[in-house]
T-cell receptor, first 115, second 112 residues
Framework: ETGVTQTPRHLVMGMTNKKSLKCEQH?????MYWYKQSAKKPLELMVV???????ENNSVPSRFSPECPNSSHLFLHLHTLQPEDSALYLC??????????????FGPGTRLTVL | DQQVKQNSPSLSVQEGRISILNCDYT??????FLWYKKYPAEGPTFLIS?????DKNEDGRFTVFLNKSAKHLSLHIVPSQPGDSAVYFC???????????FGKGTKLSVKP
């Protein structure tokens, strides 16, 4: 595997379910990100991890629980979601979190539908 | 309020002609700008970037121009090819922990 991979690619869940999104990067990067893309809206940054430490204080609803056990893996644990949480969830990584000249590399995304 | 704006949701261009995608931003502290390309069912892929110390960066058929006084950048693709048909996102480095601020995207269709 190369680049950034995400599983599952598609997920349908009820509001009472608990599920997890997984991201893995094979680029040797130190920073990982979760973005949310809703219809007709810009990509919205949810969380940033640098060397497994959360470094961005975006207000993410508590029904989303990010986890970064090591610099190659990132999870987004989901529980009691709402239909408006249906979106494309994109994972990205970059060499480092700080600094200006930091291209981010994206995974293919997980299309989440909450019924 | 959106800090990065792509005011054209879509653009249609004939093959072989020039495609010009525009992006405006509001924060003069942004110092690095990127363009990403996204095909359906795939994540965005990095295309080209420009630092605020430059006004032009060229890579093959792709050129990005930056006008700092107008807080405007544009992506030129010439000649356009049908394979360029995709959604193009403009992004600015927000400075804080390297997070990127994205525009809503412009869907480019290149017709044969």
């Amino acid at each position: 595997e190369t680049g950034v991979t995400q599983t599952p690619r598609h997920l349908v869940m009820g509001m009472t379910n608990k599920k997890s999104l997984k991201c893995e990067q094979h680029l040797g990067h130190n920073a990982m990100y979760w973005y949310k893309q809703s219809a007709k809206k810009p990509l919205e940054l949810m969380v940033v991890y640098s060397l497994e430490e959360r470094v961005e204080n975006n207000s993410v609803p508590s029904r989303f629980s990010p986890e970064c056990p090591n610099s190659s893996h990132l999870f987004l644990h989901l529980h009691t979601l709402q239909p408006e949480d249906s979106a494309l969830y994109l994972c990205a990584s970059s060499q480092d979190a700080g600094g200006s000249y930091n291209e981010q590399f994206f995974g293919p995304g997980t299309r989440l539908t909450v019924l | 309020d959106q800090q990065v704006k792509q005011n054209s949701p879509s653009l249609s261009v004939q093959e072989g002609r020039i495609s010009i995608l525009n992006c405006d931003y509001t924060n003069s502290m942004f110092d690095y700008f990127l363009w990403y390309k996204k095909y359906p069912a795939e994540g965005p892929t990095f295309l080209i970037s420009i630092s605020s110390i430059k006004d032009k960066n060229e890579d093959g058929r792709f050129t990005v121009f930056l006008n700092k006084s107008a807080k405007h950048l544009s992506l030129h693709i010439v000649p356009s090819q049908p394979g360029d048909s995709a959604v193009y996102f403009c992004a600015a480095n927000g400075g804080s922990q390297g997070n990127l601020i994205f525009g809503k995207g412009t869907k480019l269709s290149v017709k044969p």
